[in-house]
């Protein structure tokens, strides 16, 4: 009679331990696979690669917290062309000029935290983690240090071997109004919510003037008049000058909406969103309830780093992220 309860007992404890495990798998979606990538990519081959990256994020960033806004834009900047394959990490050469040296990336920064994640990856694990995945985790890092929501991406990019200036044509302009931007993303399969929630990344970092000037020369009603003046007075000291998108330059929050809905928007990109009503219930919803924004935020960013990556023979795991083996 005891052994058959001991029996019984152990089935019971064998089926709640299976509940528990496929419940977990739900709630973290765990082990996640996405177009051939996997969430434990380098578990066995280098598994303190997520680390090492988040140091030397972190590192930097306390340092000088302006650069997270640039490791978030790396992204952006990398994955819209050619996929998210650090294309954009590449130096030009003699004969080739590359995505970097490009007017619309010139002002990108945070190359040197991407170097110095790389280099000690590989002292640990030569080989094997690609500049592609260090691109993705640095700006996962970035958003949570500034105060945003952590989310985790699958691995197994491969990195890209072409990077040519004349691809950059195809990143989104600050001039853009919303039912371009929602047809640009939208092509790389970015529903309106994700282009309203991406566009949030502007709660960090600067815009330099050479970017919203344009929006000076002509009456703007959509344009607070207080902060049109503010935006000339930037201007003043050249095309160079940075105006913060928000009063929490530094700070991942929701600001920047609510900055929209009092039409101070620092560019003609990002006001179009309240302007628009296809969009404007969007920014009043994130305005009001960070916690959504920064749900839907994370969800927009495990696409943006899924885009169009390279598996396998179609890239390599570069020595150096600035140029190809």
């Known amino acids: 009679m005891l052994t058959r309860f001991k029996i019984q007992n152990n089935k019971m404890v064998g089926a709640n331990l299976v509940s528990m495990i496929l419940l977990m798998h739900a709630i ?8 051939g990538l996997s969430m434990t990519y380098y578990m066995m081959s280098c598994p303190f690669a997520e680390q090492i990256v988040k140091n030397s994020v972190n590192n930097a960033l306390q340092a000088d917290p302006t650069l997270a806004a640039g490791l978030i834009r790396m992204l952006f900047h990398d994955c819209f062309i050619e996929g998210c394959d650090a294309s954009i990490l590449l ?15 010139l002002s990108l920064r945070g190359y040197e935290i991407i170097d110095d994640a790389k280099q000690k990856i590989e002292n640990r694990c030569p080989g094997v983690v690609s500049c592609a995945d260090i691109v993705a985790m640095a700006a996962r890092d970035a958003v949570f240090w500034a105060g945003g929501p952590y989310y985790d991406i699958p691995k197994g990019r491969f990195d890209g071997k072409r ?10 302009s600050p001039f853009l109004n919303a039912s371009q931007l929602i047809q640009t993303f939208g092509q790389r399969g970015f529903t309106p919510q994700d282009v309203v929630a991406l566009s949030g990344a502007h ?40 105006q913060p998108f928000d009063a929490t330059r530094n700070d991942f929050d929701n600001a920047y909406f609510n900055a929209l809905q009092m039409k101070s928007g620092v560019l003609f990109s990002d006001q179009t969103l309240f302007n628009t009503p296809r969009t404007r219930n969007l ?30 023979s179609q890239g390599e795991i570069r020595q150096n992220c600035r140029s190809i083996n």
């Open 203 to 242: 709660t960090l970092g600067v815009a330099r003037c050479s970017s919203f000037k344009a929006r000076l020369t002509v009456p703007d009603s959509s344009l607070d008049s207080t902060f049109a003046n503010t935006l000339s007075k930037t201007c003043s000291a050249g095309d160079n000058a940075e």
């Open 163 to 172: 990077s040519k200036i004349e691809d950059t044509r195809n990143l989104p």
């Open 283 to 312: 920014v009043n919803g994130y305005a009001l309830n960070q916690a959504k924004f920064f749900f839907d935020f994370q969800q927009a960013m495990r696409k943006m780093s899924n885009l169009d990556v390279k598996l396998g």
């Open 91 to 105: 130096d030009s050469t003699k004969d080739n000029t590359a995505e970097k040296d490009s007017p619309a990336n």
């Open 28 to 35: 973290v979606g765990f082990p996640f696979h996405a177009r």
